[in-house]
């Protein structure tokens, strides 16, 4: 019996599919594709949110300051002239982060390996590079996937059949998250 579907494709370009597919399925919480590349793509999703799940709370808070420069109302920076040259001003904050331990750092990179960067592009900015923002995946498993299945033990994703694909009569299938 084999390990994984090989789906007709070189191991690159599978490898590559399934990533995107993983992406996706994390960003979105559901995906159509086909019953075969479901069922791989459950595999890899399901072992990174028992990864973020079993990690959720492994970190530690710690405050540091920063200089952050100051900004006017219309969120420009603030310059002041000294010595003729025009500088900006900055302004020191105080600020609460996350520090992860090394074992969920080593999850956060493991996950990491797996999931493409992605940005989100504002509805009134499509077709433009400005006001783009990367979305942190990693992020969104540990606080928003980790505490939600915190309690569950495996079986975060559903599988529902919707019926063949008009083109080849492969079996589409919607895989979301439960």
């Not at 025009?86 to 797996?114: A, G, W, Y």
């Amino acid at each position: 019996m084999a390990k994984y579907r090989k789906l007709g494709r070189t191991s690159s370009q599978r490898k590559a599919l399934l990533r995107n597919q993983v992406t996706a399925l994390l960003q979105h919480g559901k995906i159509v594709t086909t019953e075969a590349r479901a069922k791989e793509v459950r595999k890899i999703a399901e072992r990174l949110i028992a990864m973020a799940t079993k990690e959720r709370d492994n970190f530690e808070l710690v405050k540091v300051t920063a200089k952050v420069p100051m900004k006017d109302k219309d969120g420009k920076r603030v310059k002041e002239v000294v010595d003729g040259k025009k500088v900006t001003k900055f302004e020191n904050v105080e600020k609460e982060i996350k520090k992860d331990m090394p074992s969920r750092m080593h999850v956060r990179r493991q996950i990491l390996r797996v999931l493409y960067p992605v940005v989100s592009v504002p509805q009134e900015a499509a077709g433009r590079k400005r006001n783009t923002k990367e979305v942190d995946l990693v992020a969104k498993l540990f606080d928003e996937y980790g505490p939600k299945y915190a309690d569950r033990n495996g079986g975060y994703t559903r599988i529902v059949k919707i019926g063949p694909r008009k083109g080849d009569a492969a079996m589409e299938v919607i895989l979301e998250l439960v």
